[in-house]
């Protein structure tokens, strides 16, 4: 199968493209010569099937940064059949130098000017026939956002992938240390086929910006925007959730439990109780999800997330950390693992651990599942949306705590240099495509983890067959009486127990695995819950849900990118320290004041 | 040109010393090799206009454009870029 690689500076809309180039329907994989994974797709394209793979977003083919060297190592190992080069047009002055590089290495090169609509505002005029003449390679205007361009440049893609690659430069690194030469050719280019206006016009970004990033109100702004939307989340999607929930109940008993009545008794226990109570409780969040990550790809996509750097970078300077730490922390509010992958941006190590040390704190998506569940079930409307909001401030300071007590062990003394991309308002069809990426992702993730945990809680609280099913003649019940001495201190009983830890392999099996303990499902487990607990216990369990690990599979990325296992297992100490510390402090402090 | 160069070398006015509104020709880049060609791929090259657009609040970074971009960078590597003014 013929490869296309996707090559780009970042903020050049190369992910955009790649999204609509291959529909969505992407795969994450893991490639010779690299240890990350990419993610690619597959299309059909001028009746062969070619395979697409988005390279990570470079400025430079000879940098130093992880990012850079994956690109150089996967052009090394797996020569693709041609290099799709995404520039954006406003900037096409300063990121031409990328396409000349990669002009050098010989590679069959289609060039695809970005963001044309964008150009145009600035009076930028770019005459793509005579760049295409001078560089001697196919060059198309388009706007990826709005597809327009778009039929012409996939024509010309099927056309060039139909010839060989020229061949591939053996000694890549000597070939590219030529920066005089790329220099005097990018000017000469220039010169002849881009004309740039001396001043540019004032444009609606500087006009935001002059609010958003104002010196004194930027900051109140931003957490006032943040809590907005945190608020939105919650207010429209815990219904839906309650909704979904009652509708999947009603399912059970009007069609399930019927069609399964001939089963022997243990036969039907698990597969109503355990499997179907299990998967539905984690089903209900689905339209959550949904909503959580429309919004996130609204705020991803806007460029108000590299405003939130600007802002914050001072605060976070005086944690050893730098804007961009701050950036990752939101980006981890979705989950935790690409948060944790984005550091590689960051050439310091110590500065790239001491911000992977604070991403596991950040209230993960698959958190505020249990905590929307738990805040709705025992506290009053009014009171649930401000409760939610704390626990977010307790993420935070979680993660600012964590940052100034170990921002000794790791100094270091990055430059901070990042762009400042102009606002851009997303498309409908972008947040959706991000959204069902999420839910896919989110479905994956159920049929896995959720069903064989759901099903494991089942039979630990339903085992010996002769135990009172929940109760402490079970295996589950055993555990939680071991563990008992540790978690009484925080109130925290035998049951809650073990839904923490099953919550150590994913949080979405926190809710479902309350539901497979209880045997209910929806508002009959919310009432089953608030007859158990009290409010101090439910916030205690909470702060530990929240503190205490993240899931395996952002344990696991920890170590992938630390490339350290005594890293990762400190991540997980320290974490589950601290949670039961807050959760000690919290649940005593309240008992003492008479809660 | 030639004069101006010289002038700014001698009082060494970095992109620190700039207040918001102002615009200036880059001079040099004393920076490590890394640092100097980020700053580069960004478009931070001698010879080129700069406009500081902003401060952040509590000492926090620079707002700069160059062109048709902008970038957000920390006064310890403003202070690496010397320029001149007008």
Same mark, same amino acid.
């Given at each position: 199968m013929k490869r296309i690689a996707l090559l780009g500076m970042p903020n050049t809309g190369k992910s955009t493209l790649f999204n609509r180039m291959t529909g969505g329907a992407a795969r994450v994989g893991n490639w010779p010569g690299i240890t990350v994974e990419l993610l690619s797709g597959k299309i059909l394209l001028g009746g062969d099937m070619v395979e697409i793979i988005d390279l990570p977003g470079i400025y430079d083919l000879h940098g130093f940064s992880d990012d850079e060297q994956v690109v150089r190592h996967f052009l090394h190992d797996n020569v693709p059949d041609l290099a799709l080069v995404i520039l954006n047009a406003t900037q096409i002055e300063r990121q031409m130098s990328l396409l000349l590089q990669l002009k050098q290495l010989n590679l069959n090169v289609v060039v695809l000017l970005n963001m044309a609509d964008e150009a145009r505002k600035y009076g930028i005029t770019i005459d793509s026939k005579k760049m295409a003449e001078m560089l001697d390679m196919p060059v198309f205007l388009l706007s990826g956002k709005y597809g327009n361009g778009y039929p012409e440049a996939l024509q010309a893609i099927a056309k060039a992938l139909r010839y060989p690659t020229p061949g591939m430069a053996e000694q890549l690194r000597s070939q590219l240390e030529q920066d005089e030469h790329l220099e005097a050719e990018m000017a000469r280019v220039l010169q002849h086929a881009v004309q740039i206006p001396a001043q540019m016009p004032e444009h609606l970004s500087d006009k935001l910006d002059r609010v958003m990033l104002h010196p004194w109100l930027g900051l109140p702004l931003f957490f006032g925007i943040m809590y907005l939307l945190f608020q939105a989340i919650f207010l429209l999607g815990q219904p839906l959730q309650l909704w979904v929930g009652d509708a999947l109940g009603w399912l059970r008993s009007a069609a399930l439990e019927p069609a399964v009545g001939w089963l022997p008794a243990i036969a039907q226990g698990l597969l109503l109780d355990g499997l179907y109570n299990g998967v539905a409780t984690v089903a209900a969040f689905v339209p959550l999800i949904i909503l959580f990550f429309l919004f996130m790809a609204m705020v991803e996509d806007s460029g108000y997330l590299s405003r939130a750097a600007f802002l914050m970078d $001072? *605060?976070? $300077? +005086?944690?050893?950390?730098?804007?961009?730490? @701050?950036?990752?922390?939101?980006?981890? @509010? =979705?989950?935790?693992?690409? $948060?944790?992958? =984005? /550091? !590689?941006?960051?050439?310091?190590?110590?500065?790239?651990? *001491?911000?992977? *040390?604070?991403?596991? @704190?950040?209230?993960?998506? #698959?958190?505020? &599942?249990v905590f929307v569940f738990i805040t709705a079930a025992l506290f009053s409307p009014a009171a649930a949306p401000v409760v939610l909001f704390s626990l977010y401030l307790f993420s935070f300071g979680a993660a600012i705590l964590t940052a100034l007590l170990f921002k000794g062990r790791y100094q270091n003394n990055e430059p901070f240099v990042l762009e400042l991309p102009p606002y851009r308002l997303p498309t409908l069809r972008q947040m959706l495509l991000r959204g069902w990426q999420e839910v896919s992702h989110f479905l994956r993730r159920a049929s896995k983890f959720i069903v064989a945990g759901v099903v494991l809680v089942w039979l630990l609280t339903n085992l010996p067959p002769a135990a009172t099913p929940g109760g402490t003649d079970t295996i589950a019940g055993m555990i939680g009486s071991l563990l008992h001495p540790l978690f009484a201190p925080i109130g925290i009983d035998e049951q809650l127990t073990i839904a923490l830890i099953f919550g150590f392999v994913a949080k979405e099996i926190v809710i479902g695995a309350l539901a497979v303990i209880y045997g209910q499902v929806g508002d009959a487990l919310g009432s089953a819950l608030a007859q158990q607990l009290d409010w101090v216990q439910a916030y205690s369990f909470m702060l530990f849900t929240l503190i205490y690990t993240p899931c395996l599979s952002a344990i696991a990325t920890l170590r992938n990118e630390a490339k350290s296992t005594r890293f990762a297992a400190f991540v997980i100490v320290w974490s589950l320290a601290l949670a039961w510390l807050v959760s000690f402090l919290f649940y005593q402090s309240a008992r003492a004041l008479g809660y | 040109m030639d004069a101006t160069l010289n002038h700014s070398i001698m009082s060494s006015l970095t992109l620190a010393h700039l207040h918001p509104g102002d615009s200036a020709t880059i001079v040099a880049i004393h920076a490590e090799e890394s640092l100097h060609l980020r700053l580069q791929a960004l478009g931070l !090259?001698?010879? +080129?206009?700069?406009?500081?657009?902003? &401060? #952040?609040? @509590?000492? =926090?970074? *620079? &707002?700069? !454009?160059? =062109? /048709?971009?902008?970038?957000?960078?920390? !006064?310890?590597? #403003? $202070? +690496?870029?010397?320029?001149?003014k007008a």
């Open positions: $001072a *605060l976070m $300077a +005086k944690m050893g950390l730098d804007g961009r730490g @701050f950036v990752m922390l939101l980006m981890g @509010f =979705g989950c935790n693992v690409p $948060a944790l992958m =984005g /550091t !590689r941006v960051m050439r310091s190590r110590s500065l790239r651990l *001491l911000t992977m *040390l604070i991403i596991p @704190f950040s209230l993960c998506s #698959a958190r505020l &599942q | !090259r001698s010879g +080129k206009r700069i406009e500081l657009i902003r &401060q #952040a609040s @509590f000492a =926090g970074p *620079l &707002q700069v !454009r160059i =062109g /048709t971009t902008d970038v957000m960078l920390r !006064r310890n590597e #403003a $202070a +690496k870029i010397t320029v001149c």
